[in-house]
């Protein structure tokens, strides 16, 4: 069986994370030249899988409660293993001839969603100058937040009253990211080009530690055959 592993942060960083430029796992850190991964919206069973994968050095942002021990068995659960096969070939058994009866109606929602961008590139210039939006919490605007648009290059920030502007026309179905440090991030959708108001929740749980992060293994007595046994049903 796995050990458990515990993490910690025994140096933490004094840099502001929130001022780190956004990438697909946290944020890159100028000063040390690397990405600092946001671990803090994580389960506790993803971040045992990452660290059970990843033990080599990685910088992280947690919430102090997530700075503990996790089990090391979180990669190797036969149960979920077993349910998760059999219910995928079920699924596939049900699944595979309609596959194959949907690839026109396929075809025909691409067009649609062709004709449909089509039209939406004859709006006005005017138009497509910008985009704004309002960030908030339960105390009020939220000032100073970053705000990205996902899977792009666009970014900037809320101003003293929390609105945004991006200078450019985002689309509907874009992903607008909010992170402030002291709130939890936030995806938010766009529905409504002309009313984009996000609403962020505060942490109120532990402070924020950020930090190059130490792993260390726990070690436990293995089981026994009847233990193993009694795992798996």
């Not at 697909?24 to 946001?38: L, P």
């Not at 971040?47 to 080599?56: A, E, H, L, M, W």
């Not at 079920?90 to 949907?102: A, D, M, P, R, Y």
């Not at 908030?136 to 792009?152: C, H, M, Q, R």
Request: hydrophobic share 30%.
């Amino acid at each position: 069986m796995k050990d458990n592993i515990n993490i910690s942060i025994n140096k933490p960083c004094g840099q502001n994370f929130e001022n780190f430029q956004s990438t697909d796992k946290g944020g890159y850190c100028n000063s040390c030249k690397k990405e600092v991964i946001d671990f803090r919206n994580l389960t506790d069973k993803e971040i045992g899988v990452f660290f059970n994968k990843n033990q080599n050095k990685t910088c992280g942002v947690f919430l102090e409660k997530q700075l503990k021990s996790y089990s090391g068995n979180q990669l190797n659960d036969k149960r979920s293993f077993y349910k998760s096969l059999f219910g995928f070939s079920l699924l596939s058994i049900f699944t595979l001839n309609e596959g194959f009866s949907q690839t026109t109606k396929k075809d025909t929602i691409n067009y649609e969603i062709k004709n449909t961008e089509t039209k939406n590139s004859k709006q006005s210039k005017t138009e497509q100058e910008i985009t704004k939006g309002f960030v908030f919490d339960e105390l009020g605007p939220l000032a100073g937040a970053s705000i990205t648009v996902k899977n792009t290059n666009l970014y900037t920030n809320t101003d003293f009253d929390g609105n945004f502007i991006f200078n450019k026309k985002l689309n509907v179905g874009d992903i607008i990211i909010v992170s402030y440090i002291g709130v939890k991030t936030k995806e938010y959708t766009i529905s409504d080009l002309s009313k984009i108001n996000i609403s962020v929740e505060s942490y109120f749980d532990g402070c924020i530690i950020m930090g190059e992060v130490g792993v260390k293994k726990v070690y436990k007595s293995k089981k026994t055959f009847f233990q193993k046994l009694k795992d798996i049903f």
